[in-house]
């Protein structure tokens, strides 16, 4: 069975910090590209970072410089570092997972950045 759990989310003030965490089980987690996505309510799901089974990393504009997108093959998890978060980050984020043919989403974890 395929399964990305992720973890982390949490209420945070604006500037603060968040580190989510997504571990995979059920597939063969070096071989796959990893993003996290996030969607606002009434919003579409967007790209937020992504990262390539050979490291390679991309970034949304709104999140770059403030966001890192990591991994550790060896605990099959993905992590994303969220700092100096604004209220405008606020949304569910979702792990993702993919081969060429073969994708699969996680339950999601909530993050809201309020004073």
């Known amino acids: 069975q395929v399964q990305l759990v992720e973890s982390g989310g949490g209420l945070v003030q604006p500037g603060g910090s968040l580190r989510l965490s997504c571990v995979a089980s059920?597939?063969?987690?070096?071989?796959?590209?990893m993003g996290w996505y996030r969607q606002a309510p009434g919003k579409q799901r967007e790209l937020v970072a992504a990262i390539t089974s050979g490291g390679s990393t991309n970034y949304a504009d709104s999140v770059k410089g403030r966001f890192t997108i990591s991994r550790d093959n060896a605990k099959n998890t993905v992590y994303l570092q969220m700092n100096s978060l604004k209220p405008e980050d606020t949304a569910v984020y979702y792990c993702n997972g993919r081969t060429v043919g073969n994708g699969f989403w996680g339950q999601g974890t909530q993050v809201t950045v309020s004073s």
């Open positions: 059920g597939i063969i987690f070096r071989l796959h590209n």
